[in-house]
């Protein structure tokens, strides 16, 4: 572990106790994560003592799913479920891949993004229930932008009334919920709204889950930690990537040399 992400690791602890961090995010989908930025994320995961979700690319995405077991995560969440059709593929390929005693200790959830997800909803959650998922998140970024709003509308009065009825119907199937898409300062009143009325569980940066109870008592400084947090990943990403660019830049210059000779 490098000196950066012993950086990490001391943030995230701090954010744990502080603002009710619960969990780390990688993503396979929009991020690309790399298997090597995985295993490192798992190790500061580890020293923090919080979770690791792992965003797989799609609901048939088999390789994705077997490095989440792989690596020992807490979460698969599968993203852009639109029907009731794409969770089944996704639940068989988790029941085909993921053991049933190992199944009981990972939170497999799907994403809610679009508003034709929205209108198939029940049906995937008389479905989902029916296999024991257990949990839920909106993109709202996605899911904004499926409604032709532009991501300056995400915290607009149409999103919040659209978000609140998507889990509401998740709560009355039990569902555990979690809020997700350019969480920024203005997202506060729709969390505060949701929490006030047992509707979420978490909420999410692209890099940092919080407990929407414990995240909303500083919200400010919780999402700005998540923000300095991501930085530093960043940094620590691109030092990892120029450093193995760099090993090889002497034997490409000597290799290039010889071919023109």
């Known amino acids: ?51 690791l979700t792992l965003k797989i690319g799609g ?14 995560v807490s979460g698969i969440v599968a993203p852009m479920i639109e029907s009731a059709y ?5 639940i068989d390929a988790v029941n085909k891949h993921v053991p049933e005693d190992e199944r009981e200790d990972v939170t497999i959830a799907f994403m809610i993004e679009t508003v034709q997800a929205h209108q198939d909803f029940n049906s995937m959650l008389k479905l989902g229930l029916a296999y024991g998922l257990k949990h839920i998140t909106i993109g709202r970024v996605d899911l904004a932008g ?14 919040a009334e659209l978000v609140t009825v998507i889990f509401g119907d998740a709560r009355k199937h039990s569902f555990g919920t979690t809020l ?29 889950v ?15 930690s998540a923000h300095q947090l991501e930085l530093l990943w ?3 990403k691109s030092r ?22």
């Open 1 to 51: 572990m490098n000196k950066k992400e012993k950086e990490i690791v001391a943030l995230v602890t701090r954010m744990r106790d502080q603002y009710g961090v619960t969990g780390l995010k990688a993503e396979f989908e929009s991020e690309g994560t790399r298997f090597e930025e995985l295993l490192r994320l798992k190790d500061i995961t580890s020293r923090s003592g919080v979770h």
């Open 59 to 72: 609901p048939e995405d088999v390789w994705g799913i077997q490095q989440a077991r792989r690596i020992g």
């Open 86 to 90: 794409a969770l089944s593929k996704f």
């Open 146 to 159: 499926s409604l032709g709003l532009s991501r300056k509308e995400i915290d607009s009065p149409r999103m």
């Open 180 to 208: 997700g898409g350019s969480i920024e300062a203005g997202s506060r009143p729709l969390i505060e709204n949701l929490v006030a009325n047992n509707l979420l569980d978490r909420f999410e940066t692209r890099k940092v």
């Open 210 to 224: 919080f407990d929407a109870k414990r995240g909303l008592e500083s919200f400010d400084e919780a999402v700005r």
């Open 234 to 236: 960043l940094e620590n």
């Open 240 to 261: 990892m990537h120029t450093h193995a660019a760099e090993e090889d830049a002497s034997r490409i210059t000597m290799l290039r040399k010889r071919v023109q000779q």
